[in-house]
Every structure is written in C-alpha cells, then in structure tokens.
C-alpha cells in the first residue's frame, strides 16, 4: 500500500508539474467597465479530478473584476457587496414609496426624508446603480435619481391638489 502511496503522490507531481498550468499567460484586453487597459489572465484549475481551463480580468484603474473560475474570493466579495447595495437600495425605494403615498394623500412631507435618500445616492454609488434599475433611468448618476424623485413628487402633490379642487368644485 505504501508503494501505491508513492506512486499516486509521483503522479501527481508529474500533472502538477507538466500538465496543469496554474500560472497561465496573461495578457492586455480593454476593461469592460472603463475601456483602459486591463491584464487578462488564462490558466487551469483543477476542480473535481478535472481540468478546466480559466480567464480572470483585472483592472488596476477602475477596480474592475470578473471570471469564469468555479470558486473566487473576488466574485463572492462582489456578490456580496451587490447583494448588500440591492437590499440598500430596496429600503430606499421603500422609503421613498412612503413619501410619494403622504403626498397623495395630501400630507406634508419633512425635508428630513429627502435629505437622507440624497445623502444615501451620494456616498454609495451601488445603490444609485440598483434605483436606476428599479426606476429605468438612463443615466447612473446620484442627480439623475434625484431628479426622478423631485418629479415624482410634484406630480404626486399637483394630482392630489387637482383631485382635492376638482371634489370642492363638485360640491359648488
């Protein structure tokens, strides 16, 4: 059994050594997010008895990561950080759905609510990425939010002022 032991551990050696390649070849590619150059990486990784061959692509000016590995720390870290601007954002957009339903109703609304939803979009870009994609707004951009909601707002306060005038006129 040893001697099986020795030859297994022999092989394996020689598979490390000479056929799987974990140091790969990389080369530049433009980044995906910011267009400047980018270090692409292809190499094997060994998963479940089998070979797979790998790319990785990094950018060192944006920050930039993605893969096609089975396991990577970087993309769980991503989904992770994703995960925690989506369930952000998710909050916001209710906070902000509560603020549109006080208007409607014709109730006041304090400066205080806007404040924080703005001071939110400006210190965490992945929740204002998450709001364009609730809202389907063009542009990713703090202000381009900013600018739905104040619309939104107007026009949930002037439909129930003309709801309110047309009931009073109504009654006349």
Same mark, same amino acid.
């Given at each position: 059994m040893?001697?099986?032991?020795? &030859?297994?551990?022999? @092989?394996? =050696? *020689?598979?490390?050594?000479?056929v799987l390649d974990t140091n790969g070849f990389t080369s530049e590619e433009p980044c995906s997010c910011c267009g400047q150059a980018a270090v692409r990486r292809e190499f !094997?990784?060994?998963l479940g008895g089998c070979i797979n061959s790998v790319y990785s692509l990094d950018c060192t000016h944006c920050g @930039?990561?993605?893969?096609d590995q089975e396991?990577?720390? %970087?993309?769980? =870290?991503?989904?992770?950080?994703?995960? $925690?601007?989506?369930? %952000?954002?998710? @909050?916001?957009?209710?906070?902000?759905?509560? &603020?549109?339903?006080?208007? $409607?109703n014709g109730k006041a609304v304090t400066g205080v609510y806007l404040t924080e939803l703005k001071q939110a979009l400006h210190s965490d870009p992945e929740v204002v990425s998450w709001?364009?994609?609730?809202?389907?707004?063009?542009?990713?951009e703090p202000q381009t939010v900013v600018h739905w909601w104040k619309?939104?707002? *107007? !026009? =949930? $306060?002037?439909n129930a002022r003309l709801e309110a005038r047309i009931e009073q006129a109504k009654l006349n």
């Amino acid at each position: 059994m040893n001697n099986t032991m020795m &030859i297994q551990e022999t @092989h394996n =050696a *020689l598979v490390l050594e000479y056929v799987l390649d974990t140091n790969g070849f990389t080369s530049e590619e433009p980044c995906s997010c910011c267009g400047q150059a980018a270090v692409r990486r292809e190499f !094997d990784e060994l998963l479940g008895g089998c070979i797979n061959s790998v790319y990785s692509l990094d950018c060192t000016h944006c920050g @930039h990561h993605e893969c096609d590995q089975e396991f990577c720390s %970087k993309c769980e =870290a991503n989904m992770e950080e994703n995960e $925690r601007g989506y369930l %952000k954002a998710c @909050h916001y957009a209710g906070l902000f759905e509560d &603020i549109e339903q006080k208007l $409607r109703n014709g109730k006041a609304v304090t400066g205080v609510y806007l404040t924080e939803l703005k001071q939110a979009l400006h210190s965490d870009p992945e929740v204002v990425s998450w709001l364009c994609t609730f809202y389907l707004l063009d542009a990713d951009e703090p202000q381009t939010v900013v600018h739905w909601w104040k619309k939104t707002m *107007l !026009d =949930a $306060r002037f439909n129930a002022r003309l709801e309110a005038r047309i009931e009073q006129a109504k009654l006349n």
